[in-house]
């Protein structure tokens, strides 16, 4: 055998020893940031023999360098990017030097891409900026738009590495104007560790080397800085947050809290506070397969075990007894919007900010943030890579942190409750106040007394449909039955609630969430007192439909899909409004100039081209029946 | 005075115990928010240590997830006592899924080729056990480091009703808050060992006294040399092309998989720490010894699309 084990191990421990650093390359399309990489790689002797022959061969067949190496096939590894010669998602590589170890990973140029630029920078230590020397009259969109992106992830580092220095003759003036150009940007954003260099990823200058073409330069190549940089975060200085991430429980005998450290470290007889409970503890128990540790430090997975039995679950956040984290419901936030479809204000999200996930709703959107000028610009909606200041307002407070302190507990995605999409990333720069200023009032008649005193079980009997499909004459004909029945009923109509609560709303989609959600709340107001109330509402978004049903209780909403084709609907014309729609009168008509999403799995479905008002009402009463609505 | 005295007791996690937490994060996420989720397990190295990470990720419990293997019957007999040996060992719920309509039309990878064989018995196999058993979270041993297209993929990977991977399109994944959210017949392919790369894997099983197959070390072997690949002769299944005779030769393997389809490299390392040596001068990849890489430029990409792992 040739290993040699004393020589090993000393090698082994010094592979050890090496600090890792997570950098991005970004910068706009045809920068050179794939070919930097590349280089990087090969000036660096981390290409093997195999992947070096089949980039030989993959350069002379799809190549952009007329048969040289065309390193951007290392990275570039979809299909649909090589055909397309552009760079659409992130590649990590990895490599390592005798100083250190390396993930890089290249980002995407094109602006539609942004959102995975974005994903990159969250975890990255360093970020390189390329601009093109060839092209450095001002500072583009792209470069403006990721300096701003790292800047608001709060990456410390940054390489402004000024690339194609072999098209403008390695030129000293052009390198210190552009320098001054970016510097003043920089400053503005607040980036403060900036490191300039003048390079040729295509040619190698300034790489891994400095380069003999610019001897006026007297930095250091790229490869030796990031070998050098001193990117340490402290976050071990800081006091323990744990978020709990899964409890423990495999017999009766054992409830320990799974967790990875935040921040801060953690020792056995510690005295901890629980968020947002505020329930106290003391560490009784710090337990690894490993076997059971003193102490553990940040970054570091773990399962606490607490002297005593309180309650803990997924989203609490465990912290220091003597400096525990704020909660809050309400927060002023910055979103990166990641959707194709806009921002509505006032629709609900879910938010995922740590291990906690909960619905949340921008309450208002403040102003969105013009990458050119860093001007704060009026916005009612955020499109597709928008920037934007809003106000947020959860459906339960969390225990958090501003990201400025803390990138695990101050940053959070928004996710579409019905695609599951990832929608938006955002960062929480403060708690608004407001949250804690209103109590709920804990009143000493609940709920089910009120309702039990009806002698009934209330709930709500949701109707959507188009205009026209026959809901108000269905809920109408409805609560008859009920009323005959003994039921305490009330009927929201929307055309009733346009006339007065909603009488500020109009039709845009906008105020359409808005008419929605107030209905909402006014129908889980009347479930509160005891009531079966049907809701009769166009309704058109499915999102603000499952918005209602998560206010209610389990069991207390019943979504009723009032289904008749358009031109049913459009020939009964009961108000005379598809007329006007069809005449341009009408803008925003549902199913004519605005969207109707019908529901996917209604609790019923009405067809009424085909059911008679009185059979409708009897399927609509053997539900309720069979969901014990009717009876006592 | 505080932060004084902190500093004292600050200790630095190094490179391999960040990677550690980082894997125990993800299977926990994955735990927490996931209503059916499975490990697949090909007996590999990567297997290995991702196997030892879930040991470690819910102790004292045991992994809450069964173990997957998707059985091409063409695996190497070593590992399939491996297998049988490390699941009765730390006592995990085994499920071996053979693709049986493969079987019955005979597929195997000397008539049909590398590719098909590799989509019928592999990737059909694989999305058969998943849709039999209703698994909504497929946790995989796959890095980045590994290939072109893999060093693309998210950590959370999400895949259609029908298995596919759309890589044009992936959710963004910023920080580590990953999105679980799928409708019903969707599913999430998660790669806790994303972000490390081979060394890391040999390293972290030296210093960790994991068990590998032992066809990772060197031996003399019986090999055929073909396509410039030394084949091994693991049973009497594999034909001879005339002229073809089996020659005792000491060589191991980088990666496992089907012994059909695996070379072998000629080694001396029959240790761990030799093993790691001539990692440290190698100038060949670990993929390097799999024919199904070799089907043309994305082939991966290919067949991750029809829902390999």
């Given amino acids: ?191 403060t560790q900036v490191e300039c260099i003048p390079i040729s990823a295509l040619r190698g200058d300034n790489v891994v080397a400095p380069s003999s073409q610019m001897s006026w330069y007297r930095g250091p190549a790229l490869l030796p800085y990031l070998e050098t940089v001193d990117f340490g975060r402290e976050s071990s200085t800081r006091p323990l947050r744990m978020p709990v991430q899964w409890v423990n429980r495999p017999n009766a005998d054992f409830r320990g809290f799974a967790g990875t450290i935040a921040s801060g470290t953690v020792k056995t007889s510690d005295r901890i506070k629980v968020l947002p409970s505020g329930q106290e503890a003391t560490i009784s128990r710090i337990v690894t397969q490993d076997g059971d540790l003193e102490t553990a430090v940040d970054a570091q997975a773990v399962t606490l075990v607490l002297d005593r039995e309180i309650d803990v679950s997924r ?175 009330y009927v929201l109509d929307g055309d009733n609630v346009r006339h007065g609560l909603n009488r500020d709303l109009g039709f845009t989609d906008a105020d359409r969430i808005e008419n929605i959600r107030r209905v909402a709340e006014v129908a889980r107001l009347m479930v509160d007192a005891g009531l079966l109330v049907i809701v009769s509402f166009i309704s058109p978004f499915r999102n603000e439909r499952e918005a209602a049903r998560n206010l209610m209780g389990e069991g207390e909403f019943l979504e009723v899909f009032v289904d008749a084709p358009l031109d049913v609907c459009e020939a009964r014309d009961p108000k005379g409004l598809y007329k006007k729609a069809r005449r341009q009168q009408l803008m925003n008509f549902t199913g004519i100039g605005s969207p109707y999403e019908a529901p996917e799995n209604p609790d019923a479905h009405l067809d009424t081209a085909r059911l008679s008002v009185e059979a409708a009402v009897d399927k609509l009463l053997s539900l309720l029946e069979a969901k014990g609505l009717t009876s006592a | 005075m505080e932060r004084d005295r902190l500093l004292d007791v600050v200790q630095r996690l190094t490179h391999l115990q960040r990677l550690e937490a980082e894997s125990i994060f993800i299977m926990r996420e994955v735990v927490a928010e996931c209503e059916k989720p499975v490990m697949l397990y090909s007996i590999g190295k990567d297997s290995s240590v991702m196997l030892h990470l879930a040991m470690k990720a819910f102790y004292p419990a045991k992994p809450p997830f069964p173990v997957l293997h998707v059985d091409t019957t063409w695996k190497f007999r070593e590992m399939i006592a491996f297998r049988e040996e490390t699941t009765a060992r730390l006592g995990l719920d085994l499920i071996v899924h053979v693709n049986s309509d493969g079987v019955r039309q005979g597929i195997n990878p000397f008539s049909h080729g590398s590719s098909i064989y590799t989509n019928v018995m592999k990737t059909e196999g694989l999305r058969q056990a998943l849709d039999r058993h209703g698994f909504d979270a497929a946790l995989g041993g796959a890095r980045r480091d590994e290939e072109k297209s893999r060093a693309k993929e998210r950590i959370f990977s999400f895949r259609s009703r029908h298995h596919r991977w759309d890589p044009k399109n992936q959710r963004p994944e910023p920080w580590k808050l990953y999105n679980t959210r799928k409708s019903k017949g969707e599913n999430i392919r998660v790669f806790p060992l994303s972000n490390w790369t081979e060394f890391d894997i040999w390293q972290y099983i030296y210093l960790e006294k994991i068990p590998v197959v032992p066809l990772y070390f060197a031996k003399e072997r019986p090999v055929v040399r073909r396509d410039g690949m030394l084949i091994m002769v693991d049973d009497d299944r594999l034909p001879l092309e005339p002229g073809e005779r089996p020659e005792m030769r000491k060589v191991r393997f980088r990666t496992l998989g089907c012994y059909p389809l695996t070379g072998a490299i000629e080694s001396d390392a029959d240790t761990l720490p030799a093993i790691l040596d001539e990692m440290a001068r190698a100038r060949n990849s670990e993929r390097q010894g799999r024919m199904i890489d070799r089907d043309g430029m994305g082939s991966m990409e290919r067949k991750k699309l029809e829902g390999y792992f």
């Fill in chain 1, 1 to 191: 055998m040739s290993g040699d084990a004393p020589g090993l191990d000393a090698y082994l421990r010094a592979q050890e020893k090496k600090d890792l650093l997570r950098l991005i390359t970004c910068g706009s399309v045809d920068d050179g940031k794939s070919t930097l990489i590349g280089r990087l790689l090969y000036e660096g002797k981390m290409l093997l023999d195999d992947q070096l022959d089949s980039l030989k061969a993959e350069s002379a067949r799809v190549g952009t360098q007329a048969g040289d190496l065309d390193f951007a096939l290392l990275v570039d590894g979809l299909s649909a990017e090589r055909e397309q010669g552009i760079t659409i998602d992130i590649a990590y590589r990895f490599f390592a030097t005798d100083k250190r170890k390396f993930i890089v990973a290249d980002t995407p140029g094109h602006e539609q891409y942004t959102r995975n630029m974005a994903t990159a920078a969250s975890t990255a230590d360093l970020a390189i900026i390329l601009a093109d020397a060839h092209r450095s009259s001002e500072l583009l969109t792209q470069t403006r738009r990721h300096s701003y992106i790292c800047s608001m992830l709060g990456i410390r580092h940054i390489v402004l590495a000024v690339n194609k220095m072999d098209l403008v003759q390695y030129d000293h003036a052009v390198f210190e104007a552009y320098v001054a150009k970016y510097m003043a940007f920089a400053r503005e954003l607040g980036l």
């Fill in chain 1, 315 to 489: 989203g609490d956040v465990i912290c220091a007894a003597g400096s525990p984290v704020s909660i809050a419901d309400q927060f002023a936030v910055r979103v990166l919007w990641m959707a194709p479809e806009e921002l509505l204000p006032g629709r609900t999200y879910l938010m995922k900010a740590g291990t906690v996930t909960t619905q949340a709703t921008v309450t208002a959107l403040k102003h969105k943030i013009s990458i050119n000028t860093l001007e704060h610009n009026a916005a009612k909606t955020l499109q597709l890579n928008e920037i934007g200041l809003c106000n947020i307002s959860l459906g339960k407070p969390i225990a958090f942190e501003p990201y400025a302190e803390s990138r695990d507990l101050g940053s959070f995605i928004l996710i579409d409750r019905i695609t599951n999409q990832t929608i938006g990333m955002g960062l929480i720069d403060f708690a608004l106040r407001r949250a804690s200023n209103i109590h709920w009032q804990n009143l000493e008649i609940s709920r089910s007394a009120r309702a039990a005193q009806k002698n009934q079980k209330a709930a709500v009997i949701w109707f959507t449909g188009l205009s026209g499909s026959g809901k108000s004459t269905i809920a109408s004909a409805l609560e008859k039955r009920l009323y005959s029945l003994g039921r305490h009923t």
